[in-house]
């Protein structure tokens, strides 16, 4: 996702699950099989270029190591905390994993209700 009104959809419509170092958001698509978009929001308030590339850098192969269950049907927007700094990759993993597990269950339950 490139565009401003892309990710304010995401975070208003969508559920929303907080961990420790991230803010994962997902809103479902209309048409399940559509092709998924990613977006990653790195505050200037973290720190200094380099560090919110690291930082976004990190999540996005996070994503590609554990993101299989997100490959189709949704639109999400990871916010990173200013605790991720300090953050290892193993933490930031971990954290990502937990939040990704109770978006996908809000997003399955939110299906459920509508169908």
């Not at 995401?10 to 907080?18: M, W």
């Not at 559509?34 to 996070?62: D, H, M, Q, W, Y």
Request: include cysteine; hydrophobic fraction near 40%.
């Amino acid at each position: 996702m490139t565009r401003a009104f892309q990710f304010a959809r995401v975070r208003n419509e969508g559920p929303s699950v907080a961990g420790r170092l991230i803010v994962l958001s997902a809103a479902p698509l209309a048409d399940p099989e559509e092709p998924s978009k990613f977006g990653i929001i790195c505050t200037k308030k973290i720190g200094c270029a380099v560090v919110r590339n690291k930082l976004r850098r990190r999540v996005r192969e996070i994503l590609r190591a554990h993101g299989e269950p997100f490959q189709q049907g949704v639109h999400m927007v990871c916010v990173l905390r200013w605790r991720a700094v300090e953050a290892s990759y193993s933490d930031l993993e971990r954290d990502w994993q937990k939040a990704a597990r109770k978006l996908k269950l809000q997003l399955l339950s939110g299906q459920q209700d509508t169908a």
